[in-house]
């Protein structure tokens, strides 16, 4: 059996909650998968499949939760923000390498869905790590800004101006849901992004359906499938065909540029890759990837 344990490490002014993956037979200088989820979503939302599943392959994972989710710190609670969320990844993926016994030159760096963009930006940035894996991308935000509904867009941008006019003054946020059905108010308004992201949760969960409006005006100028070109690890992407959240022809016009990509498409929802057989599918895939690029010994 592999041990998980909670650690933490310090991000900007506050603290980022994780969990440690060691594998049953650990080696004196171990790779490790660092982890972390996409809009809003938190380690409980299925990350933990993975991570066993590379923890008995024999890699250890670190998977953390984003400062102002999940278990991590920050205030206002449930604030998305790029930039923050990128500093996480490079506090994340500096602690990996301080962890005792990882070799920190095999830092391996998996993401899903907004995680999966981010991922791009983080090792584009680093410039040294030893693979990527990028899950169901969100790599392009006027793409993503395309495929939400009209009527969406003209409701939750108002709120967005009142969230970022009101956090001017020292006001609370104002929410905006994450999912919802379709053409309704939310970040994902798609057919299949209100069940699907709930169904990510587990049974108990205090996973908050909600995050600050001002972010529905940042999307728009995030493209970090621009990244890929300048990442010179192997990367592998995992693509959902059709993907109502990510659409799948600008995800893989941005990862046919990356110098040593792998594109793997599926045919899943953005959702669906999450459980059942297509987990089992992309994630043995997943892992044949990190065997063939970051072997272990």
């Keep these: 059996m592999s041990e998980r344990r909670d650690v933490e490490f310090v991000s900007g002014d506050a603290t980022c909650a994780a969990w440690l993956y060691r594998p049953d037979t650990p080696s004196e200088r171990q790779p490790i998968v660092v982890l972390a989820h996409g809009l809003g979503g938190v380690r409980e939302m299925r990350l933990d499949a993975y991570a066993e599943r ?3 392959a024999g890699y250890a994972c670190l998977v953390f939760d984003y400062r102002h989710f999940g278990a991590s ?5 449930q604030l998305l923000d790029i930039r923050l969320q990128l500093e996480d990844w490079a506090s994340a993926i500096a602690h990996a390498r301080t962890i005792d016994g990882i070799d920190p030159t095999r830092v391996v760096l998996w993401g899903s869905s907004f995680g999966g963009g981010h991922v791009l930006e983080a090792a584009a940035r680093d410039g040294r790590v030893a693979a990527v894996i990028s ?9 993503s800004a395309l495929a939400t509904p009209l009527s969406t867009t003209l409701r939750i941008t108002p709120l967005a101006v009142r969230d970022i006019v009101g956090s001017l003054r020292g006001k609370p946020p104002v929410m905006v849901p994450l999912a919802a059905e379709h053409r309704g108010v939310a970040l994902m308004a798609s057919t299949d992004a209100l069940d699907g992201y709930l169904g990510l949760q587990p049974p108990g969960s ?3 359906n909600e995050v600050a409006a001002r972010f529905a005006l940042a999307i728009t100028r995030y493209f970090p499938g621009r990244a890929a070109k300048k990442i010179t690890a192997p990367v592998l992407f995992c693509v959902c065909d059709p993907d ?3 659409p799948t022809k600008a995800t893989l016009r941005h990862a046919a540029k990356a110098p040593r990509g792998q594109i793997e498409v599926y045919p899943y929802g953005h959702f669906e890759i999450y459980v059942g057989d297509p987990f089992e ?4 895939d997943q892992i044949a990837f990190l065997e063939r690029t970051v072997p272990l010994g």
């Design 244 to 246: 109502t959240v990510a």
């Design 281 to 284: 599918r992309v994630v043995a």
């Design 135 to 143: 899950q169901c991308p969100f790599t392009d935000g006027l793409a």
């Design 206 to 208: 205090a996973f908050s």
């Design 73 to 77: 710190g920050g205030e206002p609670r």
């Design 54 to 56: 590379f923890t008995a």
